[in-house]
């Protein structure tokens, strides 16, 4: 399993943006999995997770009806997250990840991208 995220970069408060993830190694279809984020001098923490086929989705709170998790399995097992509406507290490091158990805030991932830093502005 090989998590590469893209699209990060610098948004105004209120903006949005598109993260991906691409399994290099195209092995994660059966894999449950997830976005993690660790701002600067704070600890990692869930941000969003998929199950394998798609169909279920859990958010932390403090993202909930502003971001959104998505995946496209025909392509290259591809997961998304898109960001609306974001905040200044939404700046950090975003962390793909893997794992063949469903993924939450109590279960840390048996497998990680290198993250991708997205920035908010005011």
């Known amino acids: 399993v090989q998590l590469v995220e893209s699209g990060g970069g610098l948004v105004q408060a209120g903006g949005s943006l598109r993260l991906a993830c691409a399994d290099s190694?195209?092995?994660?279809?059966?894999?449950?999995m997830a976005w993690y984020r660790q701002a600067l001098a704070k600890e990692r923490e869930f941000v969003a997770g998929?199950?394998?086929?798609?169909?279920?989705?859990?958010y932390a709170d403090s993202v909930k009806g502003r971001f959104t998790i998505s995946r496209d399995n025909a392509a290259d097992n591809t997961i998304y997250l898109q960001m609306n509406s974001l905040k200044l507290e939404d700046t950090a490091v975003y962390y793909c990840?893997?794992?063949?158990?469903?993924?939450?805030?109590?279960?840390?991932?048996?497998?990680w991208g290198q993250g991708t830093q997205v920035t908010v502005s005011s």
């Open positions: 998929i199950s394998w086929t798609g169909t279920s989705t859990t």
């Open positions: 190694g195209r092995t994660v279809r059966r894999y449950a």
């Open positions: 990840a893997a794992d063949v158990l469903p993924l939450g805030p109590k279960r840390s991932p048996s497998y």
